[in-house]
């Protein structure tokens, strides 16, 4: 199963990637973890992304789409991957089309999670993590037992910064101006399931599943 992720900043793709990995058997390819191996393993091109990193910059589309081609290539690959915050623009988009061309890979499905902007802001602004052990709780949605109290190491839950109305409208805005397009492109291509991400988590993968079918 070869599949691209999309969805706006807290559409619960993070959820539902994890689903699927354990429901597909398939390796989960995210563009930060990608950054982050190679800046840990000092290759080339992860020495190249830190510099742009480093100065705040966004990591250049070329740049990008090497080092997620390079992992594409990679043996767990072969039999199926799913593609999470890449592509981000038409251009990465164009790159990983010539790139499965080349290699005669066929795409099975881009799934397109969609969520209303105003239920994304309560979504994040809910958010709670917790430091120390990373587990994520939302206020609302999925609380934790205790108040404020983690419930796997009963550590504090504290808000990240950018969790708040305005830093997430501007992110919803970023996506919807770069990454908006490329469900006009996999529609013309015949790829796309578009899946109501309003709904309880386990409906969402439930539409999933079956938009994989």
Same mark, same amino acid.
């Given at each position: 199963?070869?599949?691209?992720l999309?969805g706006?900043p ?20 995210s563009?930060?973890? $990608? ?6 393993? +000092?290759?080339?091109? +992860?020495?190249k ?5 480093n100065?705040?910059?966004l990591?250049?589309? /070329? ?5 997620? =081609?390079?992992? #594409?290539?990679?043996?767990d ?5 799913? #593609?999470?915050g ?6 990465q =988009?164009e ?11 066929? #795409?099975d499905?881009v799934i397109?999670? /969609?969520?209303?902007? %105003? #239920? ?8 709670r993590i917790c430091?120390t052990c990373?587990?994520?709780y939302h ?5 934790? %037992? %205790?108040?404020g ?11 990240r ?23 006009d492109?996999?529609? !013309?291509?015949?790829?796309? =399931? ?6 309880? $988590? ?5 539409? $999933? !599943?079956?938009?994989? =079918?």
């Open positions: 199963m070869k599949i691209i999309l706006p807290g559409a619960g793709k993070g959820t539902q990637a994890a689903n699927i990995v354990e429901k597909y058997n398939v390796p989960h390819i563009t930060g973890d $990608i950054f982050r191996k190679n800046i840990k393993e +000092g290759t080339e091109l +992860g020495k992304a830190q510099e742009y990193i100065q705040g910059k990591v250049p589309d /070329e740049l990008t789409c090497g080092l997620v =081609a390079s992992r #594409l290539s990679e043996p690959c072969k039999d199926g991957f799913m #593609l999470d890449f592509p981000r623009n038409i251009f =988009a790159y990983l089309d010539k790139y499965l061309s080349e290699n005669n890979v066929a #795409l499905k397109n999670i /969609e969520v209303d902007s %105003k #239920l994304l802001i309560d979504r994040a602004c809910g958010r430091k990373g587990a994520t206020v609302q949605f999925n609380p934790s %037992k %205790k108040e109290i983690c419930d796997v190491c009963d550590s504090a839950l504290t808000q910064p950018d969790d708040n109305e305005e830093t997430v409208s501007h992110r919803i805005e970023i996506y919807l101006s770069e990454t908006k397009p490329l469900v492109y996999y529609t !013309k291509k015949g790829v796309i =399931a578009n899946i109501n991400g309003n709904q309880d $988590i386990s409906k969402v993968f439930e539409d $999933i !599943k079956a938009a994989l =079918a």
